[in-house]
């Protein structure tokens, strides 16, 4: 008797492992993973600059519908709604990395007292994105650099990202008119002399496949 009992209890126990195996595997198979592709960005001629993407399509990725609904992403990227959403991330990104091009050539130690004081170098404009530690306030982000850490990298491209929110959030357009009180990079301006709209745009469309 004792035999049989230990034998059904066998039994059951194999069965309530094979229900548990097959559940745990239909489930997998109901939500399979899917692989993310990561973006790769025309400046990275230099393997440290990898690392500048990626905290760039992060920070993208946290805010996306404002970035994916703006008004004029058509100037940058013509048939940009028709793109896989990895590739209209690499559109973006490399509105970025023309953005960054144009204002700090692409040099983290950037700096330069552009329309600040001379004496308070908080004032100056520094870093791939030329950011002031006094603009953060005005950002609306939380954001709390100092001086030296916007000369390095991931800071000064999560300052810009909150920069760019605030202007997407208010405006829903990348290249704004020179009037506009959200205007923050004269590079992106319209019907300013040191615009480089052009130029940001044709980097896009020469780099992501498919623009047009």
């Keep these: 008797m004792k035999f049989k009992e230990a034998t059904i209890i066998t039994i059951l126990i194999a069965m309530l492992l094979g229900i ?18 990561r973006v790769a960005l025309s400046w990275e001629t230099k393997p440290e600059r990898k690392e500048w993407s990626d905290s760039l399509i992060s920070r993208m990725n946290a805010d996306w519908e404002l970035y994916d609904s703006a008004k004029d992403i058509g100037t940058f990227c013509p048939k940009y709604g028709a793109l896989p959403k990895a590739t209209r991330q690499k559109a973006w990104g490399e509105i970025w990395v023309g ?17 600040g004081d001379p004496k308070k170098r908080d004032t100056y404009s520094v870093g791939l994105y030329q950011v002031s530690v006094v603009d953060q306030p005005w950002a609306g ?14 800071p000064n491209i999560h300052l810009a990202t909150v920069l760019m929110k605030r202007q997407l959030k208010n405006t829903a357009t990348i290249a704004l008119d020179n009037s506009s009180k959200f205007r923050y990079w004269a590079v ?18 020469k780099n992501v496949p498919g623009c047009l």
């Design 20 to 37: 548990i195996l097959v559940s745990a595997t239909g489930c997998q198979t109901a939500q399979p993973l899917i692989d993310q592709p």
């Design 99 to 115: 953005l960054a091009y144009h204002e700090s050539s692409w040099n983290p130690k950037s700096a330069s007292v552009d329309v």
């Design 141 to 154: 982000g939380g954001t709390k650099y100092t001086y030296d850490e916007l000369l390095t990298p991931l």
């Design 188 to 205: 992106a301006l319209l019907r300013n002399k040191f615009s480089k709209v052009n130029e940001i745009a044709a980097r896009v469309q």
